[in-house]
Antibody
Framework: EVQLVESGGGLVKPGGSLRLSCVAS????????MTWVRQAPGKGLEWVGRIKSENDGGTTDYAAPVKGRFTISREDARNTLYLHMNSLQTEDTAVYYC??????????????WGQGTLVTVSS | EIVLTQSPATLSLSPGERATLSCRAS??????LAWHQQKPGQAPRLLIYDASKRATGIPARFSGSGSGTDFTLTISSLEPEDFAVYYC??????????FGPGTKVDIK
């Protein structure tokens, strides 16, 4: 069974930094393209960014609101995905999810999501 | 950036009725569109990808159609567990892979 477990959320002051982690199990992490999505309280889903597998270049893409402030990285030896967040703003308050897309038993795709970790930016 | 709009914002229906949800993209994304379902307190679940392919384990009452800029998610006969918020997402080769604002399907 695929499992993604996020951690690292919490309360941080505006301008502060935080690092989120997402530990994966039940999949070949080295081949996985990993994504971060966030959801502000009571709001919709917002795509944050993605990192490709190292075999596919390990490149990253970011949404405009976080570009230059957030960095996605991965540590394949630890099956772990990271989201480094700097210069945090109140608008970054959200539940942060990691996810990946996999091939299911019926050869169709499915997304595996973590349970999310809450980041609150407030003074 | 590709912008997605969804309509209606809220759809009030009864169990057994047919639900039709729309998603429009600001530019052509061919068939690179996904639909997700989210229930309160839960992570989203992928329902449809490539506009019309059902994700693993998704019941046949969910179907997707469309291409280019106009897409539709149809739930043929609503079950009690289908009352939720539905998001479309563009998954073309061009990030950011934006989501639409969502359509809430609630019980009439």
């Amino acid at each position: 069974e695929v499992q993604l477990v996020e951690s690292g959320g919490g309360l941080v002051k505006p301008g502060g930094s935080l690092r989120l982690s997402c530990v994966a199990s039940g999949l070949t992490f080295t081949n996985a393209w990993m994504t971060w999505v966030r959801q502000a309280p009571g709001k919709g889903l917002e795509w944050v960014g993605r990192i490709k597998s190292e075999n596919d270049g390990g490149t990253t893409d970011y949404a405009a609101p976080v570009k230059g402030r957030f960095t996605i990285s991965r540590e394949d030896a630890r099956n772990t995905l990271y989201l480094h967040m700097n210069s945090l703003q109140t608008e970054d308050t959200a539940v942060y999810y990691c996810l990946t897309t996999l091939v299911g038993y019926d050869r169709n795709l499915f997304d595996s999501w973590g349970q999310g970790t809450l980041v609150t930016v407030s003074s | 950036e590709i912008v997605l709009t969804q309509s209606p914002a809220t759809l009030s229906l009864s169990p057994g009725e047919r639900a039709t949800l729309s998603c429009r993209a600001s530019q052509s994304i061919r068939t690179s569109l996904a639909w997700h379902q989210q229930k309160p307190g839960q992570a989203p679940r992928l329902l449809i990808y490539d506009a019309s392919k059902r994700a693993t384990g998704i019941p046949a009452r969910f179907s997707g159609s469309g291409s280019g800029t106009d897409f539709t998610l149809t739930i043929s006969s609503l079950e009690p567990e289908d009352f939720a918020v539905y998001y479309c997402q563009q998954r073309s080769s061009r990030p950011p892979f934006t989501f639409g604002p969502g359509t809430k399907v609630d019980i009439k």
